[in-house]
């Protein structure tokens, strides 16, 4: 009997479950399969879960499967969205802890090996680490890089981390779930499953698992790379009206909110930040708004509906106090919300929305704030 390498042996309990949701990935997912089994730490499995592609994303994975015992595929029979997808991949998992990259994403061969190096101490029941975010035109030419370190944090306590998930939501860190790796006990020992909704069920999820970490630890560096894609995200997409998007969003604030008021950390500069990131998908909803036909949400429903964001409680609870935060782009932005202009806040609307169209780099990091 032919002996077998050991980077091909599979574990009935491996320390890593990834679990790596696929869409129609046919054409890059060798290319993450590939980034997997680069890892200099072998103990792991990958799951990738196939949520009923039309291409050959199955396939892709059986012909790579056949020669490393690590990885398998379970399929959906009908298309369920990345959130039932990652469900799916929970159930499967029998590792100890649990990562779940993007299959079009990027990530150093070492990110693995650090991990299990960071995650031997004691008590610890998560990891998160910084990342690129890197910018692409909609014809796959590079943009821009836009690094995103972890900021200084104590994350050996939840009294030294919990003032300061303000600053990893202000960062775009603490929403998405590929940057953190979990301990699968914990998630399966709470019931924690992604809401089967098509935006911010990341954010949901994290909200929910951060109520229950104690500590955490921290990896070094920018070990991932997300791809950023001119007209790919979902969340960019048209396919939710402008009032989707802001309900939605909305709703990511409040659930905010609401948690460091449960953790007794939501003082002024918690509220400014805050305050600023709600100001962005208001904002963010105006532009939206002028998409719409006219004949669907024309000019009168536009100020309907500005006026009815401009009465909500939680607008007036936290945009007096948003700050542009030495950002000129974002201070012109916050004006027209702070003085409660209907408008001017319109008027911006439409100015954001060319700079989309017309300026793609340069909107991207005015909305970033930069």
């Known amino acids: 009997m032919a002996e077998l390498n050991q980077t091909t042996v599979r574990s009935e309990k491996p320390f890593f479950s990834v679990v790596m949701p696929a869409y129609n990935a046919e054409g890059h997912l060798d290319t993450a399969i590939d980034a997997i089994q680069a890892q200099t730490f072998l103990d792991w499995e990958l799951v990738v879960v196939d949520d009923c592609s039309t291409d050959a994303t199955r396939e892709v994975v059986l012909r790579r499967a056949a020669s490393d015992a690590r990885i398998s595929v379970i399929s959906h029979s009908a298309n369920q969205g990345p959130a039932a997808a990652r469900n799916t991949g929970i159930e499967a998992a029998r590792g100890k802890w649990l990562w779940m990259p993007d299959s079009d994403d990027e990530f150093s061969n070492d990110l693995l090996e650090k991990a299990h190096a960071a995650l031997g101490g004691e008590n610890v029941q998560l990891a998160i680490f910084g990342y690129i975010e890197r910018y692409l035109d909609a014809g796959g030419k590079h943009l821009y890089d836009n690094p995103l370190p972890l900021t200084e944090i104590d994350w050996s306590s939840s009294d030294g981390w919990r003032p300061r998930i303000i600053d990893l939501e202000q960062g775009t860190q603490y929403g998405y779930p590929w940057n953190k790796i979990y301990n699968l006990e914990l998630i399966r020992s709470l019931n924690l499953r992604f809401e089967r909704i098509p935006l911010i069920e990341d954010i949901l999820f994290n909200i929910r698992v951060f109520d229950h970490v104690e500590k955490a630890v921290a990896i070094g560096g920018e070990p991932y790379v997300y791809i950023k894609k001119q007209g790919s995200s979902i969340t960019n997409s048209n396919k939710f009206s402008a009032q989707e998007y802001y309900e939605v969003h909305r709703r990511r604030i409040k659930e905010l909110h609401d948690q460091f008021e449960r953790w007794g950390v939501l003082d002024d500069r918690t509220k400014g930040i805050l305050g600023s990131l709600y100001a962005r998908y208001i904002l963010s909803t105006l ?84």
Do not use: Q
């Not at 909500?312 to 919300?337: H, R, W």
């Open 287 to 370: 532009e939206r708004n002028c998409y719409a036909v006219p004949e669907e949400f024309g000019h009168a429903d536009r100020v309907r509906w500005c006026k009815e964001a401009f009465d909500d409680p939680l607008f007036e609870e936290l945009i007096p106090c948003a700050k542009s935060s030495g950002s000129k782009a974002l201070a012109a932005c916050l004006l027209p919300l702070k003085t409660r202009n209907v408008t001017l806040s319109l008027a911006m609307g439409r100015f954001i929305h060319l700079v989309h169209g017309g300026f793609y780099s340069t909107y991207t990091k005015m909305r970033s704030g930069r």
